[in-house]
């Protein structure tokens, strides 16, 4: 039963080491004491083949996924110099971006005034009554008198859609 303990202990402890025995990062002493140990072992050998089919599996993932990595032919230019060039021509390019936005709403805000005002001031467009509706029926309010200007001025009416199909 002793022996079945040391024998335990002996595996614990090569288990522990396997992985440095598998990259050679032991002395020669711990070397030969685990190589001794899987020969005799077949638990221990049986981990030993598993831990090195799992290492040679991520080595060759590894070595797949960089050799995917494409380097570029030309040494990339890595100096002051050219990093302030860069930020400099970024700089003026994000410029004539905002300088664009800004004089876009000026002109939009500008035409938005100018075609009201036009609007406004159509005397086509005087309003003679103001409407005011009501779920049973709309309500026409006269609005108060106009001015004496307004009253001299000929207001020309465009002919409705509705007066071609009026019965004289």
């Not at 595996?11 to 080491?17: A, H, K, L, V």
């Not at 070595?63 to 990595?69: G, H, Q, W, Y």
């Not at 036009?118 to 001015?147: D, G, Q, W």
Request: glycine content about 2%; hydrophobic content about 35%; some cysteine.
């Amino acid at each position: 039963m002793a022996d079945d303990i040391s024998k335990l202990d002996d595996c614990t402890e090569i288990s522990e080491d396997l992985s440095a025995f598998i990259d050679g990062e032991l002395s020669k002493e711990q070397l030969a004491k685990i190589y001794e140990h899987l020969i005799e072992c077949r638990c221990c050998r049986q981990a030993y083949e598993e831990m090195k089919i799992t290492q040679k599996a991520i080595k060759n993932y590894f070595k797949r996924s960089t050799e995917e990595f494409e380097i570029p032919e030309k040494p990339l230019k890595i100096g002051l110099k050219d990093n302030i060039i860069s930020k400099i021509i970024f700089i003026q390019k994000e410029k004539k971006i905002i300088y664009s936005a800004v004089a876009l709403s000026f002109l939009a805000i500008a035409s938005y005034f100018s075609i009201s005002f036009i609007n406004l001031n159509s005397p086509e467009k005087e309003v003679l009554h103001e409407v005011k509706f009501t779920k049973e029926n709309p309500v026409l309010t006269p609005l108060p008198p106009a001015s004496k200007e307004l009253k001299d001025k000929k207001i020309k009416k465009k002919p409705s859609a509705n007066a071609s199909f009026v019965k004289h």
